[in-house]
């Protein structure tokens, strides 16, 4: 559904990520609707006629753009994570991961709330796509006794929540690097919670 035509050699795969970046870059700085192909060819330096090459229509490039930021995405984070011995480490990293990969591309955020009046599936998709994965090891971590019984679908949700509006707290908003002691304080407070026991 996202795939845009395969290149067949080296070339044509660079061709190709040329119009990406350029269509990330014009679709975080104007908009989905205020930017044309034109805009895209125009800033990747390639003919009119090159882009459907590889797309039929701008709202493919769109679709494949956010198919292939999630990818991206997931995999730096389970490539980084690799190493972690605990599922509390693993988030730790997770976390980090995710608020480098947005430094690098500060538009996924427009892009992506966007996407869900451009196309509302793939907006979806996206989420549901990046909790699947994240109820699978919430899963694995209740088996293995590292986490508490609790509905993994709603705790994916929840620490997917947390990610996202922090990294829009301080790399969207601040400009900044998420700083290590916010991000043991969030893991203090997930490893916790945030009431006294004695006082609910």
Same mark, same amino acid.
């Given at each position: 559904?996202?795939?845009?035509?395969? +290149?067949?050699?080296?070339?044509?795969?660079?061709?190709?990520?040329?119009?990406?970046?350029?269509?990330?870059?014009?679709?975080?700085?104007?908009?989905?609707?205020?930017?044309?192909?034109?805009?895209?060819?125009?800033?990747?330096?390639?003919?009119?006629?090159?882009?459907?090459?590889?797309?039929?229509?701008?709202?493919?490039?769109?679709?494949?753009?956010?198919?292939?930021?999630?990818?991206?995405?997931?995999?730096?984070?389970?490539?980084?994570?690799?190493?972690?011995?605990?599922?509390?480490?693993?988030?730790?990293?997770?976390?980090?991961?995710?608020?480098?990969?947005?430094?690098?591309?500060?538009?996924?955020?427009?892009?992506?709330?966007?996407?869900?009046?451009?196309?509302?599936?793939?907006?979806?998709?996206?989420?549901?796509?990046?909790?699947?994965?994240?109820?699978?090891?919430?899963?694995?971590?209740?088996?293995?006794?590292?986490?508490?019984?609790?509905? +993994?679908?709603?705790?994916?949700?929840?620490?997917?929540?947390?990610?996202?509006?922090?990294?829009?707290?301080?790399?969207?908003?601040?400009?900044?690097?998420? +700083?290590?002691?916010?991000?043991?304080?969030?893991?203090?407070?997930?490893?916790?919670?945030?009431?006294?026991?004695?006082?609910?």
């Amino acid at each position: 559904m996202y795939l845009a035509n395969e +290149p067949k050699t080296k070339r044509g795969y660079e061709t190709l990520k040329k119009i990406c970046d350029s269509a990330e870059k014009l679709f975080s700085e104007k908009g989905y609707y205020n930017t044309s192909i034109n805009d895209i060819t125009s800033e990747a330096s390639i003919a009119p006629g090159t882009f459907y090459i590889y797309f039929n229509d701008k709202k493919s490039v769109f679709q494949y753009l956010i198919h292939d930021l999630s990818k991206e995405l997931r995999k730096q984070i389970k490539m980084e994570s690799s190493n972690c011995k605990t599922r509390y480490d693993a988030e730790f990293q997770g976390m980090k991961s995710f608020f480098k990969f947005v430094q690098s591309h500060t538009g996924l955020y427009k892009i992506i709330w966007e996407s869900q009046f451009v196309d509302f599936e793939i907006f979806k998709a996206y989420y549901e796509t990046f909790a699947e994965r994240y109820i699978a090891n919430i899963k694995l971590a209740q088996e293995e006794g590292e986490m508490k019984e609790m509905d +993994p679908e709603a705790l994916a949700y929840c620490l997917m929540g947390i990610s996202n509006f922090i990294g829009l707290k301080w790399v969207i908003f601040e400009n900044r690097e998420v +700083p290590d002691e916010t991000i043991e304080q969030i893991m203090a407070f997930i490893r916790s919670g945030i009431f006294k026991v004695d006082k609910v």
